[in-house]
């Protein structure tokens, strides 16, 4: 018997009668590139765009951080490349986050002021102010503690960006519309298939795009970056305020803020520095429930003052003057008050007018210019 | 230091390289010696051995240092900072808020004169209790027998105490300020403490290089605690540290005059190199 040949005459036979058939045929996907809208019965020759796997990205760290700092925290989940950053960019501008569409992102953390804004206690859509001061977005990819917010009760910039879109008093809005929103526009499909292959849209994956962007926001070319990398000189007064700012006995505050092999310019950690002798923002107490956290809040870097104004968690300091002043006089005695804050019963460092003059001028030369105008990190809009 | 010094890390590193150049199929199949090769199938006769193991017993233990912290013999941990229940040897009542430390190069020291050496270092922090313990590197077999004592530096020495070397430390704002000297604090050790007129005050007793108006001295010291010992198996040596002892021994420690700006204090800097010594001791070792 040849069974063969018994083989061939059936499928010749079945092919035959499906030609037999009248319904045109053709490509039946909607999705395909040649999709006929005559075809009745898909013949399996849709044809599709094959869209590239995301191309890898790697941040730059500018010199004083990549000489001193160990490599950036980058999730394993979250690799970062040229497309989750674009897309990041984009819903970082994209007023559809919020319930109204009225605010995004960047309504609350500005690029020209170093991503934070110049009000004491950021507005949300419903014209509701929160209790704390709005936070610059900077060299977070070095934050190796992985807590963010001033209380530090976020865990990883993923984690973050989580909250603000149903804060009832920012943006107000559920993930569930927020996605469908996206879901629905003409262009964030597309944009999602080519970050992260898939065009179903989920907030994981809105989250992981804006933490993307948020990564690459890198200030390191100060003027004091130029001056460490030997590219230019500083002036007396500046160099004066440098070293009162990292003398123990003047205005000591490296401690908390960093040093030349510390270009964060912050410890990433909580602190209280004495701006109140009791409390109504518990701070970091209020997330660990532990009373001696109480009255702590994350160190701000020192970097982009110029941009960032007004001052502390809330807002209370119009001025670096007003700044200087607090720890120079102004410091108020609480039970967790840091040990570094020194002559608190005086009132704090006692730095004299020159003193002030000059510390004020030295954290200037940590002001970044291009930060704040670099095109990469505005609107792409 | 006086006995010879073998630096099994530099050995070990040596040996990597060796083992990565080396012929894959021909090598040192002998696994206890250190240009060891597992891709090797045949033998070739390169096989070199740390003089230590290489005097017949390469069956050598792994080893751990654990810091344990007391104040006077009672148990500090973590959740016993901020309450002001520490007197020290003045009668000053005070708390400890925090305290990070940093210890380096390790020596085991053998009864038969040699001694080891890690080079390393450990910055405890008791913001991170899995800093206390400090395993030497797994590949490194330290040779069972008898030992004498251990030892290891406070601090750094001139050689390791460099600005900027250390990314870990830098970003920890571990550095020491340049007008003082530079390189890296040696502890923070901070509190409050019941000053002379009852107020609660704060101090800073922060360690590190030692400056007189710009002449800056090199201020770590070496520890050794001498005990006789022997190791069979891996090994698990706990160092207790007295906090009491920062503020007894030889100078007591008055902290209503000595509590802020110690950094840039030559005198009180070399007064806590002094008192230093006494604080640490050997503790069990479990094998």
């Known amino acids: 018997m040849n069974y063969n040949l018994i083989l061939v005459s059936l499928l010749l036979s079945i092919s035959l009668f499906n030609s037999s058939c009248r319904k045109p045929k053709g490509c039946t996907d909607v999705t395909a590139l040649n999709y006929d809208v005559n075809a009745e019965k898909d013949d399996g020759t849709c044809e599709y765009e094959v869209i590239p796997a995301p191309t890898p990205y790697t941040l730059e760290a500018p010199y004083t951080i990549s000489q001193y700092l160990p490599a950036p925290s980058i999730p394993n989940d979250n690799p970062l490349t040229n497309e989750g950053i674009a897309l990041g960019r984009k819903l970082f501008y994209e007023e559809k986050l919020s319930a109204n569409n009225t605010i995004s992102c960047a309504s609350c953390h500005k690029q020209e002021n170093a991503f934070t804004d110049d009000a004491t206690f950021s507005v949300g859509i419903d014209g509701i102010a929160g209790n704390r001061n709005s936070m610059p977005l900077m060299n977070m990819a070095w934050d190796y503690g992985y807590q963010f917010f001033w209380d530090g009760r976020s865990i990883g910039l993923e984690g973050q960006a989580f909250e603000p879109v149903t804060n009832p008093i920012e943006m107000h809005n559920t993930w569930g519309s927020a996605v469908s929103e996206l879901q629905a526009d003409d262009k964030y499909p597309e944009l999602f298939e080519r970050a992260f292959g898939t065009n179903v849209i989920d907030s994981n994956l809105v989250v992981k795009a804006l933490a993307q962007f948020e990564r690459t926001l890198i200030s390191g070319n100060s003027k004091f970056d130029k001056y460490l990398k030997g590219h230019l000189t500083l002036n007396p007064s500046e160099l004066s305020g440098y070293n009162i700012f990292m003398d123990e006995s003047g205005g000591d505050c490296f401690h908390c803020h960093g040093d030349p092999y510390n270009p964060l310019w912050t410890d990433n950690l909580y602190h209280n520095n004495g701006l109140d002798a009791s409390f109504s923002d518990l701070g970091r107490g209020a997330v660990t429930g532990n009373p001696s956290d109480n009255g702590k809040f994350k160190t701000p870097s020192l970097r982009n003052l110029l941009y960032t104004a007004p001052y502390m968690h809330d807002g209370r300091f119009q001025t670096i003057d007003e700044v200087i002043n607090h720890y120079s006089i102004g410091l108020q005695y609480s039970s967790t008050i840091d040990p570094l804050m020194k002559n608190v019963s005086t009132g704090g460092v006692q730095l004299n007018p020159q003193d002030r003059a000059d510390l004020k001028a030295f954290l200037l030369t940590l002001t970044d210019e291009e930060f704040v105008t670099d095109s990469r990190f505005s609107d792409p809009d | 230091m006086k006995n010879t010094k073998i630096i099994i890390a530099g050995i070990i590193g040596l040996s990597l390289a060796f083992g990565t150049t080396s012929c894959k199929k021909k090598g040192c199949t002998d696994a206890d010696a250190t240009n060891y090769d597992a891709n090797a199938k045949k ?245």
């Not at chain 2, 344990?68 to 005070?94: C, I, Q, R, W």
């Not at chain 2, 020291?109 to 040699?114: E, F």
């Not at chain 2, 899995?130 to 030497?136: G, K, L, P, T, V």
């Open chain 2, 43 to 287: 033998d070739d006769g390169t096989c070199e051995f740390d003089t230590i193991t290489g005097h017949g017993d390469h069956n050598g233990v792994h080893v751990m240092m654990k810091m344990e912290h007391n104040y006077g013999g009672s148990s500090v941990m973590p959740a016993d900072f901020d309450d002001l229940k520490y007197l020290n040897d003045k009668g000053t009542t005070h708390s400890i808020t925090k305290l990070q430390y940093l210890i380096s190069d390790f020596v085991l020291y053998k009864a038969d004169g040699d001694s080891i050496v890690v080079e390393g270092y450990n910055f405890v922090d008791f913001d991170n209790t899995n800093s206390f313990a400090y395993s030497f590197p797994t590949e490194m077999h330290v040779p069972i027998g008898g030992y004498t004592g251990v030892g290891f530096t406070w601090g750094f020495d001139e050689a390791d105490n460099t600005s900027g070397t250390y990314a870990d430390l830098n970003v920890a704002s571990w550095s020491w300020p340049a007008m003082i000297g530079g390189g890296y604090h040696f502890m923070k050790l901070e509190g409050k403490f019941i000053d002379s007129n009852t107020d609660t005050t704060a101090f800073a007793f922060h360690n590190g290089t030692a400056s007189n108006n710009g002449n800056h001295e090199a201020n770590h010291f070496y520890v050794k605690l001498n005990q006789s010992f022997t190791l069979s198996n891996d090994a698990s040596i706990n160092l207790n540290m007295d906090l009491s002892e920062w503020f007894k021994n030889p100078n007591q420690w008055d902290l209503d005059a000595l509590h802020d700006m110690l950094m840039p204090n030559y005198t009180v800097q070399k007064m806590m190199n002094a008192n230093g010594r006494s604080v640490f001791s050997l503790g069990s070792i479990v094998q």
